[in-house]
């Protein structure tokens, strides 16, 4: 399974640091990080990624504007999405999921789900 | 015989002729009578033996029969406790076959729950201590209680050491404003602080108490004294449990947050004054 690659897009960087090192237990999964969604869409462009994990409220692109921008990218439009969400947030969900995303995890996370999410969508389970 | 005695001399030769005739015929007609008999007779005899011989063959094969049914029926009955023996061999098997997977099952959630025990904790402990600006310490302890922990509504309270009371200094799901000022006598957070472990409700609901009582209390404390706690309101509504991974970020919390908090106030070099409300919220601004 050689070169599989996961973006990473979350503001708290304490969030960020648990998801990516839950991702880093995958077996040659690289994973990159980026702050929101800007910086998201800035390394979607230079690079290839087979997965994209995103927190939805985010300083300066949320996720739900960066999971419309993947969508309508030919490039990315097919690369699995998961958005991350918080209770109450059903709306930002639905909305999430009809705008193409995949998947989603609810805080609080646990590092095992976010294993298993993502190995279920790339087909690694 | 009458008529050849009868007539001796006047029949002439005709008649002689006839009757001898008529005497061979007769003497042939026993002769193959009674040879036909004797054949009969030696058929008969022969079918006899045969019938007796075939009589004794058809005895001796049904007691031949009869033997191999027995022995065969000994060796089935001998296969079926021979395959009984396998099968119950297979099931006991195959029942420690399951118990060990079910071990194996076991040891998978321990590991995969500390795995993830130790993923909170380096996270958090690395973030906690990885800024000595006061209102980053605060917002990674907010987000510690937030997104590792599950609280929905809560805050944070440091104490001010001329008044003897919590004052808040942070929350999330209120204004910090709206938080409570929480005199040290309060029965959750007097047993929190004197015990120096997290007070938990007995109940574990999404909803807040009607009487405003916290859910949890978790002391923050440096060298056994009581610098602040983190004090619970409301869970997300997924959270269903105190799991061991929440215990043992209480117990970081407990013993990190207060050294991450004290230790920014210091880099500011306040450090050595009293710690107030109103000094700690001129270091916030």
Known sequence: ?125 | MAESESNPKGGGGEETDLLGRREDFIKTFFRKGAELTEELLEENERLRYKMVALEHELSALRSSNAGDGATAIRELSKRIQQLEEERSNLLKGFSAVEARSRDYEARFRQIEEENERLANLYVASDQLHSTLDLREVLQIILEIVLNFIGAKQFSIHVLDEETKRLFPVAAEGMAVADAPELPLDTAAVAAALRSGTPYLASEMSPSAPADGAPLAVIPLHLRGQAVGAVVIYRYLVQKKEISEVDHALFRLLAAHAATAILGARHATGAGERPLTRAAFNALLG
Not at chain 1, 10 to 17: A, I, T, V
Not at chain 1, 44 to 60: C, E, S, Y
């Open chain 1, 1 to 125: 399974m050689p070169g599989l690659n996961a973006l990473v897009v979350e503001d708290s960087p304490l969030m960020r640091q648990l998801i990516v090192y839950a991702l880093r237990q995958i077996k040659d999964l690289r994973v990159v990080e980026a702050d929101d969604g800007v910086d998201a869409l800035r390394k979607l462009q230079g690079d290839r990624f087979d997965i994209v994990i995103t927190d939805i409220n985010m300083p300066i692109m949320d996720g739900l504007k960066l999971v419309r921008r993947i969508r309508s990218d030919e490039h990315h439009r097919e690369v699995p999405i998961v958005i991350i969400t918080t209770e109450g947030a059903e709306e930002d969900r639905q909305r999430a999921l009809s705008l193409g995303a995949n998947a989603y995890i609810h805080k609080p996370i646990r590092s095992h789900q976010v294993i298993s999410k993502v190995k279920e969508l790339l087909k690694l389970a």
